[in-house]
Nanobody
C-alpha cells in the first residue's frame, strides 16, 4: 500500500500561482511515476503532469509553459508549481503514484481560480 498526502490547494486570482505537494509513504518501489491529474466539474479526470523516478516528465498541452513538475526522490515527494493560473484551471487536483501495475490516488485538492 502507498499513502499519498497532498497539500497546497486553495483559491487564487487569475494570473496567480500555487504550489501543490504530494508525499508518498508505505511500500515505495524505487522505479515509479508520480504526477497530478485534475477533474473539473462535469468533466472527466485528465492528466496535468507526470514525472518518473528516472527523470522523464510529461505535460498536458494546457499545462506546458505554465506548470512545472518536480520531485524529490529522497522524500518520495512530487511538486507541481502552477503559474499564470486561469479560471479554467479550477478543478480538484489528484496526486497519482504508479509502479509495477499498482496505482494509488490522493484524496484531492481543490484549486479555485477566480477574481
Amino acid at each position: 500500500q502507498v499513502q499519498l498526502v497532498e497539500s497546497g490547494g486553495g483559491s487564487v486570482q487569475p494570473g496567480g500561482s500555487l504550489r501543490l505537494s504530494c508525499a508518498a509513504s508505505g511500500t515505495i518501489f524505487s522505479i515509479n511515476t508520480m504526477g497530478w491529474y485534475r477533474q473539473a466539474p462535469g468533466k472527466e479526470r485528465e492528466l496535468v503532469a507526470m514525472s518518473s523516478s528516472v527523470g522523464a516528465t510529461n505535460y498536458a498541452d494546457s499545462a506546458k509553459g505554465r506548470f512545472t513538475i518536480s520531485r524529490d526522490n529522497t522524500k518520495n515527494t512530487v511538486y507541481l508549481q502552477m503559474n499564470s493560473l486561469k479560471p479554467e484551471d479550477t478543478a480538484v487536483y489528484y496526486c497519482h503514484w504508479a509502479s509495477r501495475n499498482l496505482n494509488f490516488w490522493g484524496q484531492g485538492l481543490l484549486v479555485t481560480v477566480s477574481s
